[in-house]
């Protein structure tokens, strides 16, 4: 039941929820212009804002995690994780110089597409599509379910009434909005996320007594603590496995994933989509520090009185809305504001992600069936919406599933970790390997697949370590500490079989904490999930490239050059065997040309003005082989 003074934070609550939600779709509702399937998509019809796009993307790379896990794992387990931070930037101008240039002219509706001109195999292209709606579905669920571990501590909440609003607006935008919608919603609710961010930063200096004290005791009590070069494979994080790790995953994300590729194609140049990316740069670097000096704040405002000791958090990703419930006390509305940006901001995650996720089923399995083929523009747009209310659907039953089984949440996690690695190393191989064939894509990603969920599902099979924190300290406690808050309602629990807190505030022997190998099996199963994409990325390119000499290529494995990288395809020539044929080997009229192209276009259901056969260079005669 709401106390008088939770009043205004429902309100506040209720007013930004339904703000955020119809801002977005006010133009739309008054142009009238997302009817056709491009514009839906796409966003065409109407601009998007550099400044828009930017912000899109960079809350789609953060998340709802930059709100509550960020700043408690600063906290709880100081700064190894935002190291992390490398590996995202150096995976930008890497996509903007190898993906991009790629596939950006090509038109495609779905990324995966290219998989099918490069590979000329449905196999693989469906084996990259599966792999991403597995990995989104168990992400966004996720995703949806973070937030309302939060709304039910602070406001009560029901975990059935927050899953199912957030999924349902979600598909509401997605009927309505599309694209654009969910760019513009991504908008208000990063400037609003930004300034709840700012205003616990300021309510912490002030709580800790100034920014200068705030940085002093994180830096005494081991919260600051970077470059730490173990090479241990089994340490949860160090600035090696930060970096590589996070690379990997980030280009994946990136240069790989429909939710961002469909940005990026939406955009009216390639040089416009560099542009928004390599300016994005900075974007994610203050935003993702501002929720690590966050959780400086927080941390310095509770060192000599720790909420979880005390028994007023039962889990660690409590500890923002706490913060936000205690020291905020006297603004009424202000909680309830910072819940609905938890909230929206799985919202707006959600849309997109839908948005994406319907796109590829409708391109990429659907529009394979002959029956679809003859579908118009309207159809197509029909059933595209039709799927994403069936995701939202299917969201809601397995948000639910990861509410029941609290060991869901992990091994979602280590799931999408472990098909980051697969599904970039298929694009790396078709980008950058010209002798690669499909048959040695699809194998690479099928062992490699195998390989690294055979590593995550044994790793969730070993008994569980206890959580290793950070010294955490109660003796400044008294029964006075939170009044206002009422008693705390779960128990004191450090000695809990699930948490472990050190004494020791060296970093590197918190995280190091690991028993001793026991077998080959349990040393493999301990790796920590930051490599998992890059055994995954390595293993499918070495398969792919070992396979692919072995079995070799034929006349029916020929393709355009322009699919390949123009760098990779120059250093190609350098190296010995037969030379590689590409399509306009075989192409001996302008007739065969136009055939060709055509069947590109049907195979890409794309418009001719974004390919043409002006692309392909027609020799005079048939060059030697």
């Known amino acids: 039941m709401a106390t008088p003074s939770m009043v205004w934070d429902y309100v506040a609550f209720v007013v930004f929820l339904v703000l955020s939600t119809a801002l977005p779709l006010w133009n739309k509702c008054g142009d009238g212009k997302d009817k056709t399937k491009a514009a839906y998509v796409f966003a065409t019809g109407s601009r998007v804002s550099t400044f828009a796009m930017m912000l899109s993307i960079a809350r789609g790379t953060l998340g709802v995690r930059s709100v509550l896990g960020y700043p408690s794992e600063l906290y709880y387990r100081g700064t190894a994780m935002w190291e992390t931070l490398y590996g995202m930037v150096c995976a930008y101008p890497i996509v903007c110089f190898v993906f991009l240039p790629v596939y950006y002219s090509l038109g495609i509706t779905s990324v995966y597409q290219y998989l099918d001109l490069r590979f000329k195999s449905r196999l693989v292209r469906c084996l990259a599509s599966a792999t991403y709606v597995v990995r989104s579905l168990l992400n966004v669920a996720v995703t949806v379910f973070t937030p309302?571990?939060?709304?039910?501590?602070?406001?009560?909440?029901?975990?059935?009434?927050?899953?199912?609003?957030?999924?349902?607006?979600?598909?509401?935008?997605?009927?309505?909005?599309?694209?654009?919608?969910?760019?513009?919603?991504?908008?208000i609710q990063g400037l609003v996320m930004i300034?709840?961010?700012?205003?616990?930063?300021?309510?912490?200096?002030?709580?800790?007594?100034?920014?200068?004290?705030?940085?002093?005791?994180?830096?005494?009590?081991?919260?600051?603590?970077?470059?730490?070069?173990?090479?241990?494979?089994?340490?949860?994080?160090?600035?090696?496995?930060?970096?590589?790790?996070?690379?990997?995953?980030?280009?994946?994300i990136f240069g790989c994933q429909q939710s961002f590729v469909q940005r990026y194609v939406s955009m009216e140049s390639q040089?416009?989509?560099?542009?928004?990316?390599?300016?994005?740069?900075?974007?994610?670097?203050?935003?993702?520090?501002?929720?690590?000096?966050?959780?400086?704040?927080?941390?310095?405002?509770?060192?000599?009185?720790?909420?979880?000791?005390?028994?007023?958090?039962?889990?660690?990703?409590?500890?923002v809305p706490f913060f936000v419930e205690d020291k905020f006390v006297h603004m009424p509305g202000l909680l309830g504001i910072f819940m609905a940006v938890l909230f929206n901001g799985a919202l707006s995650l959600t849309v997109s992600i839908i948005n994406s996720l319907s796109t590829v089923t409708w391109e990429d399995f659907f529009l394979q069936l002959p029956h679809f083929q003859t579908f118009n523009d309207r159809k197509q747009l029909i059933v595209i919406k039709c799927i994403g209310a069936f995701y939202g659907v299917l969201i809601v039953g397995i948000a639910f599933g990861v509410a029941l089984f609290s060991?869901?949440?992990?091994?979602?996690?280590?799931?999408?970790?472990?098909?980051?690695?697969?599904?970039?190393?298929?694009?790396?191989?078709a980008m950058l390997i010209p002798c690669c064939n499909w048959k040695g894509a699809a194998w690479g990603m099928i062992v490699s697949h195998i390989l690294t969920l055979w590593i995550t599902f044994g790793k969730l099979t070993m008994k569980r370590e206890p959580i290793s924190l950070l010294p955490l300290n109660d003796e400044g406690c008294t029964n006075a500490t939170f009044g206002h808050l009422g008693p705390p309602e779960t128990a004191f629990f450090v000695d809990s079989d699930d948490l472990y807190i050190t004494n020791n505030?060296?970093?590197?022997?918190?995280?190091?904490?690991?028993?001793?190998?026991?077998?080959?099996?349990?040393?493999?199963?301990?790796?920590?999930?930051?490599?998992?994409?890059?055994?995954?990325?390595?293993?499918?390119?070495?398969?792919?490239?070992?396979?692919?000499?072995?079995?070799?290529?034929?006349?029916?494995?020929?393709?355009?050059?322009?699919?390949?990288?123009?760098?990779?395809?120059?250093?190609?020539?350098?190296?010995?065997?037969?030379?590689?044929?590409?399509?306009?080997?075989?192409?001996?009229?302008?007739?065969?040309?136009?055939?060709?192209?055509?069947?590109?276009?049907?195979?890409?259901h794309i418009t001719p003005e974004r390919y043409t056969p002006k692309e392909i260079p027609l020799p005079d005669k048939k060059p030697p082989v």
């Open 505 to 604: 505030t060296d970093v590197e022997d918190v995280i190091s904490i690991s028993k001793e190998p026991e077998d080959f099996l349990t040393e493999l199963y301990s790796i920590t999930y930051m490599y998992y994409s890059l055994f995954g990325c390595f293993m499918t390119v070495f398969l792919g490239i070992v396979i692919s000499m072995i079995t070799g290529t034929s006349e029916e494995d020929a393709y355009d050059e322009k699919l390949i990288h123009p760098l990779a395809l120059k250093i190609s020539r350098y190296f010995p065997g037969p030379p590689r044929k590409y399509v306009a080997d075989k192409i001996t009229s302008p007739d065969k040309a136009v055939n060709h192209v055509n069947h590109i276009n049907h195979i890409n």
């Open 407 to 429: 060991g869901v949440i992990e091994s979602s996690m280590l799931m999408t970790s472990a098909t980051s690695g697969p599904l970039l190393g298929v694009f790396l191989l």
């Open 271 to 319: 040089k416009a989509v560099v542009k928004t990316l390599i300016g994005n740069i900075p974007i994610i670097v203050v935003l993702f520090s501002l929720s690590w000096v966050a959780g400086m704040g927080i941390y310095a405002s509770y060192v000599n009185c720790d909420p979880l000791l005390f028994g007023y958090i039962s889990v660690i990703d409590e500890i």
């Open 148 to 187: 309302c571990v939060a709304l039910k501590t602070v406001i009560g909440l029901p975990y059935w009434a927050s899953i199912v609003g957030i999924t349902s607006i979600s598909v509401f935008f997605t009927l309505l909005g599309g694209l654009k919608a969910a760019i513009h919603a991504d908008v």
């Open 195 to 252: 300034a709840c961010t700012l205003a616990i930063i300021v309510q912490g200096c002030v709580s800790a007594g100034g920014i200068e004290n705030v940085i002093n005791t994180a830096s005494e009590n081991g919260r600051l603590q970077f470059f730490n070069f173990d090479m241990d494979p089994a340490v949860r994080v160090s600035t090696v496995s930060a970096l590589f790790g996070q690379l990997f995953m980030s280009l994946s």
